[in-house]
């Protein structure tokens, strides 16, 4: 099976992010940056298939700045075959479009996406990509294998999963799962290093990468959280009525 | 005394010797050869005087076997080994007297006639000793095989025989001219007097002579080993401090981390398999073995030990042979690996200084680093310290901030402080531990000192990721943390943390970081010794028990100076968590990255730990100690038994920090 993943670089989820003057971006110097968690998870079960058979391979490819590379090397070193960047900016079906393009050149069976980026939290790609290509789409799934000439996805659900066929090549978005992506070898992070990492310029994909449909307005951060309130006076029923009370008239939400 | 070897009897006693040595170095050359399978040791060299007096202090003087909890059967060994030391030289007149016919010097002085004597009987009485305890006593984690009664037995049939001959030999009138005949054997002289004497004589002159070379031929099949092995393994001892494991050097072009097969071990730690005296001490002292996991650290050494025996010679016939992958010896090998505090109980008690952490350490390595293996939350932890600095994934822009709002300069702000104060990632960003920084901050302050923190310029040291098996982690943190000390060329460094302490001390300088490092309670104590600070009492008196965190203690030897400031405080009583306190202090658990891992078979190390302290006489009001991570797993060990309203985990510096006279200086 020929795996193709389509992974974002995003600020890393440790980093405590801030509003930049102006309000509708924010502070980029000195971040750390990171694979968008669900690519993650999509590595991670492109690399399971792949451990259980061999002959598959994993590509990942991103659209972005120069500073991606970090993150295509990360995935590199997690295991994947090889890698590309397109470097330039692009969103929305814009960027639908350029990944569109190099799935086509690349051909794979099934075409991975996170099921949402970390950052912007669009969850929309994955299912805008399927759309540019006319392919099959299966959203959110936690495991993979192939049946010859198709694929079959496992979805959870409550109490149980649902086991999707679909006929490849397909564009699937993965799902946290209970396998956590693994964490790199030395000797993977020493040939990632070494490894030639394949980059061209997003013109030279030779599609219309306007199309920007959405425009932040303004960013916030979120009100700083107040302090709690510990209820120690009085008897346990005098407690709870002064609980009641509180949850009522100060809180409001009884 | 004549021997009774004429003529064929000395040639059957010279193929008889033979046949003896020719046998042990049969075997110790197979053993020598399957040692040099092992990888070059290029730390095992150098510092000779240090070596020698190693072998002084440790091998002759059998200095480690005096432990507290040992002391008896630790005299009891002594005996039998300055015994062996003495007879030995007797063993070696009786072959040249009976093959050759010539004695050795001074072997018919009175000193040597008594030595033999005197030890023969101490010997015999500690054999009896042992054989008691093995029987009837036997210690829980005492592997009690045949091989113990075996050379027990040879070493008692020695002895008697040796008694025997030299009364029978006496009452025949063998004793030659000129010769001290035996003081103590001479006292038999009355019961085997007779017509017999003579036939006596040379009946138990050649079962001694027979059982010594028997004992020879046996040895190097025997745990028994350990009394020629011992010698070289103390020689080669490591020079390293205690607290720094071994760098890998040239990391990024290695292909193969850690111990991966046998020849992945270095000869070194062949050879303490080959020493292990199988005593049981190291296990008897783990904190995990007693908290019913699956480590078992005599196991540890024993295991590679016996693989090395088994897999030997295949791998002497092959050099592509790689054998069983040490990490993977056993299905519960993993399991055993990660159970390891690193605290050096093991390393501590074993008596003949093998080093049971770098094994560890070393298939930890493998597992982490080659097969990414290392447990989930231990990988998220080392994720975290990749990504943020430091292993709990809080905002590396936040370190700083339990410093708002006081009188705490970064670096940046005071270039010109003397100290730098690294804070250490449990005290930036746990909350409990943040009191810590304050207290020490309040500390320095009130002393006068001159300091400056790095604030978000500061990383972790990199302890867990090491300890964890993440060199290469470690090495990238350390080279951080090394550079931004040049930046800002830092020369002296308080820490608050054992970690940070033992890391920055003892394991910096091997990429080159040469600083003068103190932990805060050494240097608590010199403040309030030259009266920098003043410490006032309040009315009443707390008794609080001080736990000897393992990375000051074990590590580092710092066991008085945090006891010192505790006697400082002028209403603070005290008390020890008898017996496990010093250097048989029993860790609080979260050492060796295990802070950062489930704990879930067994007793909590950490429950076990607030058991022991509940357990001593003086009730203590608080338990106090110097290390971040002992304070955390204390307060939830007396948090999870309900008993956290009785006595209250704290930092040695809280105490002072609530006791500073106004002012502070004196």
Redesign the interface.
Same mark, same amino acid.
């Given at each position: 099976m020929k795996i193709l993943i389509c992974l974002k670089q995003v600020p890393?989820?440790?980093?405590?992010v801030k509003v930049a003057p102006g309000g509708k971006d924010i502070v980029t110097e000195g971040m750390?940056w990171?694979i968008s968690p669900y690519d993650e998870y999509a590595i991670e079960l492109a690399l399971e298939v792949k451990d259980g058979d061999p002959t598959t391979t994993v590509s990942v490819v991103s659209v972005g700045p120069a500073r991606a590379r970090d993150a295509l090397r990360q995935a590199l070193a997690m295991g994947c075959d090889d890698a590309s960047l397109v470097v330039g900016e692009a969103s929305g079906l814009g960027l639908s479009r350029a990944l569109a393009k190099v799935v086509m050149e690349a051909k794979p069976d099934v075409v991975l996406c996170g099921k949402q980026a970390s950052d912007d939290d669009q969850g929309f790609i994955g299912p805008a990509l399927a759309e540019a290509l006319s392919w099959p789409h299966v959203p959110f799934v936690t495991k993979l294998a192939g049946a010859s000439g198709a694929v079959e996805a496992w979805r959870e659900t409550e109490g149980g999963h649902e086991v999707w066929k679909a006929s490849a090549p397909v564009v699937l978005t993965v799902q946290k799962s209970a396998k956590?992506p693994?964490? &790199?070898?030395? &000797?993977?992070?020493?040939k990632a290093k070494k490894k030639e990492i394949p980059e061209r310029e997003i013109v030279s994909l030779n599609v219309d990468t306007s199309g920007q449909t959405l425009e932040i307005a303004s960013l916030e951060p979120p009100p700083v959280r107040g302090g709690g309130k510990m209820l120690k006076d009085g008897d346990m029923a005098a407690i709870a009525a002064d609980l009641v009370r509180l949850l009522r008239e100060e809180a409001k939400v009884l | 005394m004549t021997a009774p070897t004429s003529g064929a009897g000395s040639i059957v006693l010279a193929v008889v010797a033979l046949i003896g040595f020719g046998a042990f170095a049969y075997r110790a050359l197979r053993l020598y050869r399957y040692l040099r399978l092992g990888k070059a040791d290029p730390e095992r060299t150098g510092q000779q005087g240090r070596r020698l007096r190693d072998e002084l202090v440790i091998y002759l003087g059998q200095r480690k076997l005096f432990k507290r909890p040992y002391l008896v059967r630790g005299i009891a060994h002594a005996l039998i080994f300055w015994g062996f030391l003495v007879i030995t030289v007797g063993t070696v007149d009786l072959l040249a007297s009976g093959i050759g016919r010539f004695h050795i010097p001074f072997s018919d002085s009175a000193l040597f006639a008594w030595s033999v004597d005197v030890f023969a009987v101490l010997v015999l009485a500690s054999i009896a000793l042992a054989a008691i305890r093995r029987a009837f006593f036997r210690p829980p984690r005492m592997h009690v095989a045949l091989d113990g009664y075996v050379i027990l037995g040879l070493i008692t049939v020695l002895m008697l025989s040796l008694l025997t001959f030299e009364a029978a030999g006496t009452a025949a009138r063998l004793v030659e001219k000129g010769v001290t005949p035996p003081p103590l054997a001479g006292l038999l002289v009355p019961l085997v007097e007779g017509p017999f004497a003579a036939s006596l004589f040379t009946g138990a002159w050649w079962v001694h002579v027979v059982t010594v070379l028997a004992f020879a031929a046996y040895l190097p099949q025997s745990k028994h080993l350990h009394i020629v092995t011992t010698l070289p393994n103390v020689y080669f001892r490591t020079t390293r401090p205690r607290g720094a494991l071994k760098l890998i050097a040239d990391i990024e072009e290695q292909e193969s981390f850690g111990a991966a097969t046998l020849r992945d071990l270095t000869w070194k730690q062949h050879l303490d398999g080959y020493t292990c005296t199988e005593c049981g001490r190291c296990s008897d002292n783990c904190p995990a073995a007693a908290t019913g996991k699956p480590l078992d650290p005599q196991r540890i050494v024993l295991d590679l030990r016996d693989l090395l025996l088994r897999e030997g010679d295949a791998l002497l016939a092959s050099a592509e042979a790689t054998g069983t992958a040490p990490a993977h010896q056993s299905e519960t090998k993993p399991e055993e690996l990660w159970a390891c505090t690193t605290c050096a109980a093991c390393v501590e008690a074993c008596p003949v200084t093998i080093e049971h952490i770098d094994k560890i350490v070393d298939m930890r390595r493998y597992l982490t680093m080659m097969e990414s293996a290392a447990p989930p939350e231990a990988q998220k932890a080392l994720a975290n310290i990749e990504r943020a600095g430091n292993p709990w994934g809080e905002a590396r822009e936040a370190r700083g901030d339990w410093a708002e709002g006081l009188s705490v300069p970064t670096i940046a702000e005071k270039p010109d402080a003397e100290y730098l104060y690294f804070v250490g990632c449990a005290a930036s960003y746990d909350r409990r531990n943040q009191r810590v920084a304050k207290a020490l901050a309040r500390i320095l302050d009130a002393a006068g000192l001159s300091f400056a923190i790095l604030g978000r310029e500061e990383t972790c040291n990199g302890d867990p990721a090491r300890r964890i098996g993440n060199e290469y982690l470690w090495q990238q943190q350390a080279q951080a943390n090394l550079d931004t000390f040049a930046k800002h060329k830092v020369r002296k460094v308080i820490t608050s943390c054992p970690h940070c302490f033992n890391t920055i001390a003892n394991e910096y300088p091997q990429l080159g970081g040469k600083y003068e490092v103190i932990h805060a309670l050494p240097l608590v104590e010199r403040l309030i010794a030259e009266g920098k600070i003043t410490v006032v009492g309040g009315a009443e008196q707390a008794t609080v028990a001080y736990h000897d965190p393992c990375y000051l203690g074990r590590h580092n030897k710092i066991y008085d100076q945090p006891r010192n400031v505790l006697d400082a405080l002028p209403d603070v009583r005290r008390v020890e968590i008898e017996p496990h306190c010093r250097e048989r202090g029993f860790c609080c658990g979260a050492g060796g990255g295990r802070m950062w891992m489930e704990e879930k078979v067994g007793q909590r190390v950490n429950h076990k730990r607030v058991d022991q302290l509940l357990a001593i006489e003086q009730k203590a009001s608080s338990v106090a100690s110097g290390c971040p991570f002992c304070l955390i797993m204390l307060e939830e060990g007396v948090g999870a038994k309900g008993v956290q309203d009785d006595v209250k985990p704290v930092d040695v510096l809280e105490l002072v920090a609530a006791r500073l006279s106004d002012g502070g200086r004196a």
């Open positions: 890393d989820s440790t980093v405590r750390t990171a956590e693994r964490y &790199p070898s030395l &000797p993977g992070i020493m | -």
